[in-house]
């Protein structure tokens, strides 16, 4: 069975620092990894996509995959209190759309 | 662009009614759409996946008379919910995929059965 896994947290990082969040996936296969940001009580909200190895920055985030260890990160600079949210990573399932979804990890970003 | 409108965003039905919930894509064509379900600090649940004018294909364990789904077109699919039991309370969400490896989502719907 596929299986996406992700640190629950809470990870707490003080207001300005860099928060990691950090993904392994199990399907040696997968081509396609995202990043999405949930806020509570909303849906989730595309935030990054990665589809080769290496880093690629938008802004203060930062997506890498390593696809020969199986490990996808998020990098938050400069986290401000409304990053505050669960941040869900998705990996592609074959070319039907279909993701398959880690538990999620919750930042938490303190003044 | 790729935004997801979903109808209504909030819902309170009586045991034993049906509730209709629409999903559409407004600025582009939906090759796909799923839907899924999300109980209270849990993570997304992929119900079902729906391509327009075929029958959806339900995940394990969801049962495809009880949530009837509708693909009518490439930017509207709607999951009808027949029978609602408390049970069914929930945070019901789609998302449309372009094709490209991404899916965006709508903004939820709380459905809850009273």
């Known amino acids: 069975q596929k299986e996406v896994e992700q640190n629950s947290g809470p990870l707490s990082v003080p207001e300005g620092a860099i928060a990691s969040l950090n993904c392994t996936y199990s399907?040696?296969?997968?081509?396609?990894f995202f990043w999405y940001r949930q806020y509570s009580g909303k849906s989730p909200e595309l935030i990054m996509s990665?589809?080769?190895?290496g880093d690629k920055e938008d802004g203060r985030f930062t997506a890498q995959l390593n696809k020969a260890s199986q490990y996808v990160s998020l990098l938050i600079r400069d986290s401000q209190p409304s990053d505050s949210a669960t941040y869900l990573c998705?990996?592609?399932?074959?070319?039907?759309?279909?993701?398959?979804f880690g538990q999620g990890t919750t930042l938490q970003v303190k003044p | 662009g790729a935004v997801v409108s979903q109808h209504p965003s909030w819902v309170i039905c009586k045991s034993g009614t049906s509730v209709k919930i629409e999903c559409r894509s407004l600025?582009?064509?939906?090759?796909?759409m799923f839907w899924y379900r999300q109980f209270p600090k849990q993570s997304l649940m992929l119900m079902a996946t729906?391509?327009?004018?075929?029958?959806?294909?339900?995940e394990q364990g969801v049962e495809k008379d009880k949530f009837l789904i509708n693909h009518a077109s490439l930017t509207l699919s709607t999951l009808t919910v027949t029978s609602a039991h408390p049970e069914d309370s929930s945070f019901y969400i789609c998302?449309?995929?372009?094709?490209?490896?991404?899916?965006?989502f709508g903004p939820g719907t709380r459905l809850t059965v009273t």
């Open positions: 399907d040696r296969g997968s081509q396609s």
């Open positions: 998705a990996v592609g399932s074959g070319n039907t759309g279909k993701l398959i």
């Open positions: 600025d582009f064509q939906a090759t796909t």
């Open positions: 990665i589809y080769s190895n």
């Open positions: 729906s391509n327009e004018g075929s029958k959806a294909t339900y």
């Open positions: 998302s449309a995929f372009m094709g490209g490896g991404e899916q965006y």
